[in-house]
């Protein structure tokens, strides 16, 4: 995974909640893809924000 496959709103909601960034950096490999490939699919950003939220709640 090269970091120019997150998806710039990604980035924005990852960057506004630590929590969930932590805790996507710690996922392996697959997971972290699992969530960007996701991230890719939202339309809006409370999809996106929703997204990051499952991030830190450790879904």
Same mark, same amino acid.
């Given at each position: #995974?090269?970091?120019? /496959? %997150?998806? %710039? $709103?990604?980035?924005? &909601? %990852?960057?506004?909640?630590? /929590?969930? #960034?932590?805790?996507?950096?710690?996922?392996?490999?697959?997971?972290?893809?699992?969530?960007?490939?996701?991230?890719?699919?939202?339309?809006?950003? /409370?999809? #996106?924000? &929703? %997204?990051?939220?499952?991030?830190?709640? $450790?879904?």
């Amino acid at each position: #995974m090269n970091k120019n /496959d %997150l998806p %710039l $709103g990604f980035c924005f &909601a %990852l960057a506004q909640n630590p /929590d969930a #960034m932590q805790i996507f950096s710690n996922l392996s490999g697959e997971k972290q893809e699992e969530f960007i490939n996701r991230a890719h699919n939202v339309s809006s950003k /409370d999809e #996106m924000q &929703a %997204l990051v939220r499952e991030l830190s709640k $450790g879904q």
